[in-house]
């Protein structure tokens, strides 16, 4: 078989395992390098080192569950339609089968975000998980339930998470994946950005088993878009604003 050729899909049930691996992994090619998580930003506005895995904590528990509230909607939305229609049950549009549209996730995902560079980032990345998803599943619920928003709000948790409900990860998983991602970025962003022993991200990531848990027990079953959690973080807001004009930088955001 040619290498440009796709493989033929497996059947989600076949692949969540590997799947969940896969969307976790930092070498998945959708533009996750480009990005620390607010780290650099939250350093070069005088966050010490010692405070990095409070930081993380604190992440877990504001921004990053807005992010899997909206990541778990979104799956529960394309799972909805993915079920109706191995029923037999007709057209998998959301007027025929009631879900939630993609354009309702993505509204409450904006008015959760107020801060435009966090929005562009986010939108960035988004579109490079639409390229994979349309390259695994180009016929696929997800690819259709996100064909009409707006290119503005093509949100990168609103992508991932119609992703993974069409590989077959349940809201669960799709809550960890989030949430252990956004603590990775992190981890991998400080090798980077300060002088460490590579071994204490580990350990930081480790450190945050217990909120990442938690994080997984508010959201893994969310369905409506007004149940996205709306925590704000105004330090890191402030942070990520001054970031975004800075002259000398490494990450996006």
Avoid: N
């Amino acid at each position: 078989m040619p290498f440009s050729e796709p493989a033929t899909p497996a059947r989600a049930g076949t692949t969540t395992g590997i799947a969940a691996l896969l969307l976790a992994d930092a070498r998945l090619p959708v533009g996750g390098h480009t990005v620390s998580s607010g780290l650099e930003a939250a350093l070069l506005g005088g966050m010490p080192e010692k405070r990095v895995p409070a930081y993380l904590r604190a992440r877990l528990a504001t921004v990053t569950r807005v992010e899997a509230g909206t990541a778990v909607v979104a799956s529960a939305a394309v799972r909805h339609r993915i079920d109706h229609a191995e029923a037999g049950a007709g057209p998998t549009t959301a007027a025929a089968t009631g879900a939630v549209t993609a354009a309702e996730v993505a509204w409450a995902w904006a008015a959760r975000t107020p801060l435009a560079t966090l929005r562009e980032s986010s939108v960035s990345q988004g579109r490079a998980v639409r390229r994979l998803l349309h390259r695994l599943r180009p016929d696929g619920v997800a690819a259709s339930w996100i064909v009409d928003v707006e290119p503005a709000l093509l949100a990168r948790p609103l992508v991932l998470g119609a992703l993974a409900a069409e590989l077959g990860l349940d809201g669960a998983a799709v809550a960890r994946l989030v949430g252990y991602d956004d603590v990775q970025s992190v981890a991998s962003a400080a090798l980077k950005l300060l002088p460490l022993d590579p071994a204490d991200p580990v350990a930081w990531v480790l450190s945050c088993a217990e909120d990442l848990e938690l994080l997984v027990q508010d959201c893994a079953g969310l369905t409506r878009p007004h149940e996205i959690p709306a925590h704000g973080a105004p330090q890191l807001e402030a942070w990520h604003a001054a970031h975004a004009t800075a002259s000398r930088r490494l990450f996006r955001a």
